[in-house]
Every structure is written in C-alpha cells, then in structure tokens.
C-alpha cells in the first residue's frame, strides 16, 4: 500500500472520536453495560439533588420517633402491642392526628403480657376449679395486647407497613396477610414496563390487617451503589399489585382516592409514565419507581420523641391534622439507608419525602423518551466534535468544549427546575472524552511525528512545512522516489576575489548573515534546503511535501531573493563590506528526491538530468547578464510572470536545446512596449534579416539602455553578418563548459 493511501492524524482522531461516541451510544441504547457511567450518572444525580433541594422543614408530616430516648425509658423493641395501642389513642384522641402510618411490620403476635403462658396453665390445672378459671377467662381480655391493638387501629385512618421478598432466603414461607391489590396483574400485561416481582412477602398478623383500611410495602430500592434514590411505588405479587407505604399513607391524606395508571401509547411504544390520584400525576419509571424528593438532610421534617407521645409532653398544634408516620432512628434497629443527601439517613423520613412530594406534586420525571433523546444528542454531538476537534487549534478546542460543559450542565438544571430528570454523564463523558483524547493524541502522537519530522526535515524545510508534514507523517519517508520538482542553483560571482579581500571572521559573518537571509526567503516560499556549497546553495520545490504550485513558487522565491540582495547590501555597504551579486538558475522536470549518500554520511537531496540542467543555467546568469534564468518547462507552469526569452542554448552534456527566459514583474507600458521590440528584434535575429535584426538591437539598447543580452545579439549579428551561418543553422547558441564559455 502506498503511503499516500494510509490515514492521516486528523483521519485517525476521528475515528477514535467516533469510537468514543459510538461506544457511549451503545451504552445509551443499553447494547453494552459501563459501569462507571451509571456511577457518573449517580454522582452527577446526586450533585444536582444537593445543589437544587429546597431545604427548609415541612410540618404536614410528623415522624414519631422510636429514638435511643424511648428505648433506654420504655424499654427494648418490640415494645409490647398494648403500649402500641396507648400510643395510637394519644395520637388519635388527643393530638387528633390526620394519618398515622407505621415504618414497621407487626408479623408476630405479641405474648409479652404472659397471655399464652395463662392459658396453658388453666387448661392443665384450673379447668377443674371453675371459679378461678372464670377469674383467668377475665383476664385473658385485658393481656390480649394484640386484641387491643387491633381494636385500637379499627375504623381509623391507619396504614400498616410490610414487606416483600425479592431474592430467595432461608424463609421459604409467607407470613402474615397481605392486603388487597390495588390492581391486577393483567392490567399490566403487554405494556412496556417491567415492575418489581416479588416472591414472599412478610406482613401484619390477619387480626391486625382485617381492621386496617389500607397497607403499604416500605421496601426501598437502592442502586447499584447501594444508594436509595427512588421508591418502587407498585409491586407486582402473583396476580397482584401491591402500593408503596408513601404511597398509601398520600391516598389516605388525600380522602382515600383511587389510582388510575396512567399510559402513553406511540408508534411502538406502550408504558405507563404516571399514576393518577384524582388530579395529581405521580411520574414514574419504567420499573413503576418513582424518584425521591428529598427536602433536605436529616430534620427536613419534624421529629418527637415516642416517648414524649406517651406520656403526653408534646405540643397539640405540632401533630394536630398532620400525617404522623412512626419509626426509628435507632442504629440497632436497622432502618438506616444511604442517600443522595446523607449516608446514614432514617428509613422513615425516606417516606416522608415522598409522601410530601406526592402531596406537592414535586416528584421529577423520568420519562423512557429520555433515553432516545440522550442517544440522538450522542449521535450528533459525538459526529460533530470527532470532526471538529482535529481541526482547531488546542485553544480553540478548549474555549469551545468549555463552553459546551457549561451549556450542557445549564441547560440539564434548567430541566430539572422545571421537573424533568435528564441524564448529564454520557454528554459530559463525552465531551471530556473526545477533548482529551485529541489533546493527548496531539500531544503524544503527533507532538513526537513533529519531532521525528524535525528530525529528519528540519535541517530542510521551514518550521511551518513540518506542521503540515506532522498531519500526514506517513505520507514523508527518507526513501528515494521519482517526482515532478523545481530545482534552483544560487551562486555569488565573484566570490574568489570577495573572500581574499576579507579576514575570515569578516568573510564567516558576512556569509552567516547572506545565507540567512537568502534561506528565509526561500522558506517563506515553501522552499527545501538541499545544501550549502561554499557560497552556493542549492535548494528544491515540491519534496518533501508535495507542491502543486512548485514552479511558481520556485520564480517567486528566486526575485525575492534579488530583492533581498538589494536590502542586504545596503547594510553590508554600512558596514564596509562588498557589495555581492547573484546568479541563479531554475528547471522544473523529473528528478529523484530522497536520502542518499553512503553508510558513513546520508542527506535528503535530489539527482537527475534536470537537476544538472538547473546547474548549467545558473552558470549562464553571469554570461547572459540576468540574476535570474528559468528554463521553458518552469516557464510553462508558472504563468504569473512576463518572461524574456534570453536564447535557445545547447548547454555542455546535453544534445537537446533549451530555449532559456529571464523572468519579468509586471510592470508598466514603456517595460511592455521594450519586450514587444524585443521579440521582434529577436525574430528578425532568427530569421538571419542581419541588417533590420542590428538595428533594432541598436535602437533597443539606444533607448532603454546598456543591458547584456542587447549587446550579446548585437555582437552575434556583427559577427554573422562577415561569417555566414551553415546553411542548416538552428539559431541555438553552444556553451563549451558549465560555466557558459562558447
């Protein structure tokens, strides 16, 4: 393969910028699992939580605190169903609460009071002692504490908690009753949706469930992280679905209204996006989860004592018509979650936060479209960056990956400030991603191709040519090949009598100084150093890197060379220093370009006929009187100059002529009126009309001055004019040597 077909640096960064999106995509579209994507996520989730939660304290729901305080007076828990039931009296009766729900399960029945212990001993010993049998029977009401409690829930605005089993475990059975479905299963069938199912469930004794109107599961569902974030406010169970307690403890707040699922039907796509309670919409996802509104840290609600609830020390006003949901903070008691807001944060105020955000109608959405509109923004933006990027410059890149960051993080607040859940993670990731990646390919692969390219090059070509080079370093190689160039010799005349008449340090400055200067300018046009030869140099166009423009590029460089000069000796006249004076010569043609040399010493340089050429013709500058003679090939391709045909020459070690030209910089009339005289002089001169050929020399040089080629052909004519050409004359001028001697 050749090398001009292989992927260049910006090719490649592409690719791997596309690589990038596509895989984040992929991830997106759920067709590959990123770890630590749904860990950004979370993180930036839980960022935007933190920053945007409304604080403050909301005292429509009072949590009832089974704390340290109420264990260390009233004992360990469980604490006895009697004492459970004094504390629902108090809460109904005296602090005339709106909902009283409880974070616990009451799945055992409780024979703290002895009960059970009673009854065995009067069926083994009293039943034939009547009287105190009958004394027993009468105590059995009043140590029945689970009786009691449930006559103490019974026809009140109560919600009992429980849980469901997802994961097999050692307890195989179910315990306890459920209560009834809010749903049938069917009503989700064929819906795009995939609700929790599970497979046990521990519930409240059925003596306590039967007097209940409603029930609710408290079991949370942490991330991957371990992180609670949302609540799955519907389980699926069997042929039922069953409500969360936030979720029952809202309905019961809000007069017992029914819930209504609530479907989108599309094209191809049919899920539930919310639960309707009379006028409010619960969004939900498509587990059936709802995100948690969190207010705050821990204290986000009020919180009293149990204890103080049963010995009366608690304000009216602070329970009066609230919801009051009864917990534990207490470590040994395991109802402690992590959370967005806290690590350690109370089960119960879980429950709160939603029950207020259903309440408020404040629960984010989370829609299924979402994921379709993230994967159509990876799409676009991943093309567009992976594109881009290679192009600009590093600070370009920065301002404008910054400014994506900052539109991207503005642009996802202003969403959830107005209620919806967008993902962040993939689009920052993304960004990040496609920015780093440039900058670090930019940095360590095409920084050391710059350097190897300096390396190689940089003693040859200008600085500017090497960053071109290092988007394509494998396109430029040291081995030989066969290309089109523009070659250009540059001598001093007269250099032998210039260095005898100074010193070697004066000689070395000068030389330093007109070397420079020459050689910048032949960088500016792109030009290639091939070597210094004493005062010579020899320089190329069009290699290493290739030049369409190589023979014109090649003339402009060669009269602002002449210009230079001009500049340059003007210093050099301050200085006391010759004035010097040039000679150059240019050809375009075939030529091998590559490293050559020996094992003991290599260097990037050019070999041909062609470049043998340019050397002869910058011999024949100084016979011709012209600093600059270009040959007809260069003439051809570079067009942007008036030319001057100088001759047709037959140079030493070539049989076939070359018509040779002086360049020309456009000029005014009176310059285009001298060459118009000229090229006919020079016609009537190859047509051998010696009389009219001589005087319109003469009347050339009369008018516009001494100049060497008018006095060339003038002496030619002269000479022809007594000696005869043969009569196969071509009018081509042979050159002796290389340095233009007839």
């Given amino acids: 393969m050749r090398l001009s077909r292989l992927v260049s640096h910006s090719q490649i960064r592409i690719l791997l910028g596309l690589l990038v999106a596509g895989i984040l995509l992929g991830h997106t579209a759920g067709l590959i699992n990123l770890g630590f994507v749904h860990s950004l996520e979370h993180f930036a989730y839980d960022a935007k939580l933190q920053l945007l939660m409304p604080g403050g304290q909301d005292d429509r729901i009072v949590i009832v605190d089974i704390d340290e305080s109420s264990l260390q007076q009233e004992g360990h828990w469980p604490w006895s169903r009697h004492k459970l039931a004094h504390l629902l009296d108090r809460l109904f009766d005296e602090y005339q609460a709106k909902v009283v729900a409880f974070d616990v399960v009451f799945a055992e029945k409780d024979e703290s009071s002895g009960l059970a212990n009673l009854q065995r001993i009067r069926q083994a010993k009293l039943n034939h002692q009547p009287e105190i049998a009958k004394v027993v029977e009468a105590l059995e009401a009043e140590l029945d504490y689970d009786q009691q409690f449930a006559h103490s829930v019974q026809g009140r605005n109560v919600v009992l908690g429980y849980y469901f089993r997802h ?11 459920l209560p009834p479905p809010v749903m049938a299963a069917d009503m989700l069938a064929g819906r795009d949706i995939t609700p929790l199912h599970a497979i046990g469930y521990g519930a409240n004794l059925p003596l306590l469930q039967q007097q209940v109107r409603v029930a609710g599961h408290f079991n949370p569902d942490p991330d991957g992280d371990g992180v609670t974030r949302r609540i799955p406010l519907l389980v699926q169970f069997q042929d039922g679905v069953y409500e969360a307690l936030s979720l029952a403890v809202a309905r019961q707040a809000l007069g017992g209204v029914e819930i209504t699922p609530g479907f989108v039907y599309a094209r191809s796509y049919a899920g539930m996006e919310w639960l309707q309670l009379g006028h409010r919409k619960i969004p939900v996802d498509a587990a059936l989860s709802a995100l948690i509104p969190y207010r705050g840290r821990q204290g986000s609600f009020p919180y009293v004592s149990a204890v103080d609830v049963l010995h009366g020390k608690v304000s009216q006003h602070l329970l009066r018509g ?75 890149s920065t301002i404008l990956v910054a400014a994506l960051l900052g539109l991207s993080v503005l642009a996802n607040l202003m969403f959830w400030q107005a209620g919806f859940v967008l993902p962040l993670a993939s689009t920052l990731l993304l960004l990040v991603l496609v920015y ?65 008449s100074l010193d070697p340090q004066t000689l070395g400055k000068l030389m330093n100084e007109y070397l420079t200067v020459m050689t910048r300018v032949i960088h500016q046009h792109r030009g290639t150093i091939d070597k210094y030869m004493g005062d010579a140099i020899m320089a190329f166009w069009g290699a290493p890197l290739a030049d369409a423009e190589h023979p014109g590029n090649a003339v ?27 000679g150059m010569g240019l050809n375009s043609g075939e030529m091998t370009v590559g490293n050559m040399g020996s094992e003991f010493r290599m260097a990037y340089t050019v070999l041909g006929d062609a470049v043998n050429l340019g050397a002869r013709l910058e011999g024949l500058s100084e016979y011709y009187g012209e600093p600059v003679i270009v040959s007809e090939s260069t003439v051809r391709q570079a067009g942007q100059y008036h030319y001057r045909e100088l001759d047709l020459v037959r140079v030493k070690g070539k049989d076939t002529p070359v018509r040779i030209y002086a360049p020309v910089p456009f000029g005014d009339a009176v310059l285009a009126q001298e060459l118009a005289q000229y090229e006919a002089a020079l016609i009537l001169y190859r047509q051998q009309h010696w009389i009219q050929a001589g005087k319109s020399f003469n009347a050339l040089q009369t008018a516009y001055g001494e100049r060497r080629i008018y006095s060339i052909y003038i002496e030619r004519i002269a000479y022809f004019s007594m000696h005869a050409p043969a009569m196969d004359w071509d009018a081509v001028f042979n050159f002796e040597n290389k340095r233009g001697a007839a």
């Avoid at 994961?167 to 009753?177: A, F, L, P, Y």
Wanted: hydrophobic share 45%; proline share 6%; with cysteine.
């Fill in 167 to 177: 994961e097999r475990s050692n307890v195989q059975h179910n315990i306890g009753k």
């Fill in 556 to 582: 402009n460089a060669a009269l602002g060379m002449v210009q230079a000069l001009k500049e340059l000796n003007t210093g050099f006249k301050q200085k006391g220093w010759p004035k010097l004076e040039i």
């Fill in 322 to 396: 609230r919801i009051v949901l009864i917990g534990t903070t207490a470590p040994g008691l395991m109802d402690l979650r992590a959370t967005p807001v806290q690590s350690v944060y109370p089960g119960v105020e879980i429950h709160a936060n939603m029950i207020a955000g259903i309440l408020d109608g404040s629960i984010k959405q989370h829609p299924a479209y979402t994921i379709a509109a993230e994967c159509l923004l990876l799409l676009i933006l991943g093309v567009w960056l992976a594109c881009l990027l290679p192009r600009l410059s590093p600070l370009s």
């Fill in 436 to 500: 780093m990646l440039n900058m670090s390919y930019g940095y360590f692969i095409e920084s050391r191709s710059k350097r190897h390219l300096a390396q190689l090059f940089g003693q040859y070509v200008p600085p500017e040519l090497v960053a071109e080079m290092a988007d394509r370093p494998q396109q430029f190689g040291l081995e030989g090949e066969s290309r089109e160039l523009t070659i250009l010799f540059c001598d001093i005349r007269g250099f032998t009598t210039i260095s005898e």
